[in-house]
């Protein structure tokens, strides 16, 4: 009986919270005291003193740290692109460790692409100087000529320019690209016409066809797509943001419309940007953010690094760190994993070794040849070498190779 009596009172439901001195344990139940429980409890048990509530207690996904290595984990995982980018999604992934963000965009490099495979592509300056916009970090513009010295030509002949694209398919280029120093296109009819005999004869060498001739409305487009143009180029440079510091003959949303009429008349859009103009890393994500949103993703994106020509107005700038690049092209494969990285101006002064690293990342698309407009290029002999030693292969025309199968 007396056992009995002891157990007996601790079957029975405690008629109010047990207490250790003053403070009350959690409910078993949960570790997080809302304020409408503890106000509840305070009404039941009126001369208990109240409790102070904890506050909560953070979650694996509400630290940055995690919350920022779940959207690069989630973007590596992808099967197919997506336009719906935030700019606070693309600074996570681009302020990632660089090592790893390095790792990582090479993984769904390899679901997209064949890691072996890059792009050759030979730019031509078919009409030189004479440009009346102001970009801050082009020799071409009129407006730095006295401090540049460079001339103005006038539009090449269309043969010469066939006979270059002939010399650069024969040097395994695939991709002949032509650009002309112009504002736009308006009341250049005759030159449209000698533009669109170009494409037909560069598309007849069984090589693509990329031209650069400033703004062009949609009867434009529709003409060039007409003579077989495959892709059509026109940067946006940077973020929208720092856009006027660099530009002011041209507003930001002239060239999305560009864009816009490109991809309506059915031609690839190819945009890109300039690094090292004096942009912070913000402008770099704005710079991504824009053609990652864009309604279709840009079929190539070429990353410049500024080539600084004294007379204009950025001549004096610094190189670009190669790590920005890196991590630029490293964000820009991890967000829009089936668009052809082309490593564009900039690329005459990084190592072998730098440029590997690019590839890693990767970037599958260089300039080759003797000239990028009015900058220096890499050659021919020299790519081919790098080629050897990487393990790397010429990207056919027209048609990617499937990634391997894994």
Avoid at 2 to 10: F, Q, T
Avoid at 292 to 320: C, M, Q, Y
Wanted: proline letters at 7%.
């Amino acid at each position: 009986m007396k056992s009995a009596h002891l157990v007996r009172p601790l079957a029975r439901p405690l008629s109010r919270p047990a207490r250790y001195g003053r403070l009350r344990p959690f409910n078993t139940a949960s570790s997080r005291t809302s304020a409408a429980v503890a106000a509840t409890v305070q009404q039941e048990y009126p001369h208990q003193s109240p409790l102070p509530i904890p506050s909560n207690i953070p979650l694996a996904h509400d630290n940055p740290v995690s919350r920022d290595k779940a959207i690069l984990h989630d973007a590596v995982s992808a099967t197919r692109p997506r336009n719906d980018w935030t700019r606070d999604e693309i600074a996570a992934i681009y302020n990632h460790p660089l090592m790893d963000l390095v790792h990582q965009a090479g993984i769904i490099h390899r679901r997209f692409h064949n890691p072996a495979e890059v792009q050759l592509c030979t730019l031509m300056n078919i009409k030189t100087g004479g440009c009346t916009e102001d970009c801050s970090y082009c020799a071409q513009s009129t407006r730095y000529q006295k401090g540049t010295g460079l001339q103005a030509k006038k539009v090449e002949t269309v043969e010469s320019v066939l006979e270059a694209a002939r010399e650069a398919r024969a040097n395994g280029s695939t991709r002949f690209c032509m650009g002309a120093a112009w504002r736009d296109m308006r009341g250049r009819k005759n030159s449209l016409r000698n533009i669109s005999d170009m494409i037909r004869g560069v598309r007849a060498l069984g090589m693509e066809a990329c031209v650069t001739l400033g703004m062009i409305d949609g009867e434009q487009a529709k003409e060039l797509k007409a003579a077989g143009l495959t892709a059509y180029n026109h940067n946006v440079d940077t973020s929208r943001e720092f856009y006027p510091s660099v530009i002011s003959t041209r507003t930001y949303d002239e060239r999305l419309q560009t864009l816009g009429h490109v991809r309506d008349a059915g031609i690839n859009v190819c945009s890109g940007g300039i690094l090292g103009l004096g942009e912070e890393t913000t402008d770099r994500v704005g710079l991504l953010h824009t053609v990652s949103t864009l309604p279709s993703h840009p079929e190539s994106f070429p990353v410049n690094a500024l080539v600084p020509i004294k007379g204009t107005p950025l001549g004096d700038r610094p190189p670009l760190d190669f790590t920005e690049m890196l991590r630029t092209i490293a964000t820009a494969r991890t967000i829009m994993p089936a668009t052809i990285i082309r490593i564009a101006a900039g690329r005459k002064t990084m190592p072998e070794e730098q440029q590997a690293l690019c590839f890693m990342a990767g970037a599958n698309a260089i300039f080759t040849g003797d000239k990028m407009l009015t900058t220096e290029c890499n050659g021919w002999d020299e790519d081919k070498a790098m080629f050897d030693r990487w393990g790397l292969e010429p990207m056919k025309s027209f048609d990617k190779s499937p990634p391997p199968a894994s």
